[in-house]
């Protein structure tokens, strides 16, 4: 499967954006989403993964009740709805897919996208 993250760009402390991940390939809605992100000069942490059927939903501790990962399984898209942006949220968003469950753990993850920037400003 062959990942393709877009909606970032820039956005003031406080503000929301919308991400967006199309996959192409066959059997999209088998596969566990998730969205990952890299700072500057730091590692690539898990942010948000949704299982195939949407069943359940996985969030880090730091956007928690920010953040709202969903997917259109007809669409082959996985979305990130990011509000209350803040400083801390500025990295390189990218999407994963994992046949399973998902995990927090990036290298688990097979297929990879390239990502999108977020630059959130205070």
């Known amino acids: 499967v062959q990942l393709q993250a877009s909606g970032g760009g820039l956005v003031q402390a406080g503000g929301s954006l919308r991400l967006s991940c199309a996959a192409s390939?066959?059997?999209?809605?088998?596969?566990?989403m998730g969205w990952f992100r890299q700072a500057p000069g730091k590692e690539r942490e898990f942010v948000a993964a949704i299982t195939w059927n949407s069943i359940a939903t996985y969030y880090a501790d730091s956007v928690k009740g920010r953040f709202t990962i969903s997917r259109d399984n007809a669409k082959n898209t996985v979305f990130l709805q990011m509000n209350s942006l803040n400083a801390e949220d500025t990295a390189v968003y990218f999407c994963?897919?994992?046949?399973?469950?998902?995990?927090?753990?990036?290298?688990?993850?097979?297929?990879w996208g390239k990502g999108t920037l977020v630059t959130v400003s205070s």
């Open positions: 390939g066959r059997a999209f809605s088998r596969y566990a």
């Open positions: 994963a897919a994992r046949f399973g469950e998902p995990k927090n753990a990036p290298p688990v993850w097979g297929y």
